[in-house]
């Protein structure tokens, strides 16, 4: 007997069920701010950005914000870190106090002397990793320009593969304003690094487009 066709479309019905189950859509996002020389004065723009976060993400999904210093591979760098409760009232709780954490760190930070943005990677990609996300994001507030303190070695090929890597807010320094091609290339060379380890690369400058973060 050959299936009627609401027996075809029940089936098809279960197998997209089943599918649709067995896909982890929770997301986990790590959040870079650089705080390297004048960068710091920039700070006031993440903590726009990371209330849209704040908004926006879900209970079981995860959200960190570390710090860009001198030597950012290193647990000590996480300025605040949190998993969502199902229970909104739990929730609400940890929303409010990461702002308060975040609003604490960005008047009371000291500019670095380096730019470990290589470390910053290592560590976001260990901590979400860790997390156990569906969705991984990797947000880098930074102006992309890396300086490393002698003795730092960071010459190792990131595995980035199903992570999203979003440059926020690359501002144009001096130099860069007297010749484009530094910038350029200063956002070709992220590029290029983050996208040989596998990930999708973006970069968005415009804060008012905040949603564009989660769109892909």
């Not at 066709?5 to 701010?33: A, F, H």
């Not at 990371?50 to 926006?56: E, R, S």
């Not at 930074?142 to 070695?153: I, P, R, T, Y």
Request: hydrophobic content about 35%.
């Amino acid at each position: 007997m050959r299936p009627t066709g609401l027996l075809l479309l029940l089936i098809g019905w279960m197998l997209m069920t089943s599918c649709s189950q067995g896909v982890d859509r929770s997301r986990g996002v790590y959040m870079l701010l650089d705080t390297s020389g004048t960068y710091t004065a920039e700070l006031k723009k993440a903590q726009t950005i990371i209330n849209y976060l704040l908004g926006t993400l879900q209970p079981g999904d995860t959200l960190a914000v570390g710090r860009i210093d001198t030597g950012s591979f290193s647990e000590k760098d996480i300025v605040a870190k949190v998993r969502f409760d199902p229970r909104p009232s739990v929730a609400n709780n940890q929303k409010r106090s990461f702002q308060q954490t975040i609003e604490q760190f960005v008047t009371t930070v000291r500019g670095s002397n380096y730019t470990d943005i290589s470390g910053g990677l290592l560590q976001a990609v260990e901590y979400l990793n860790e997390a156990g996300a569906g969705q991984k994001y990797i947000l880098i507030f930074s102006d992309l320009q890396e300086e490393l303190a002698k003795g730092h070695v960071r010459d190792v090929p990131f595995q980035l593969s199903g992570f999203n890597v979003i440059a926020l807010n690359v501002t144009k320094l001096r130099d860069d304003i007297r010749d484009p091609r530094k910038y350029l290339d200063r956002v070709e060379k992220w590029r290029g690094k983050t996208e040989k380890g596998g990930a999708n690369w973006r970069v968005i400058n415009d804060l008012e487009r905040l949603e564009s973060i989660f769109a892909h």
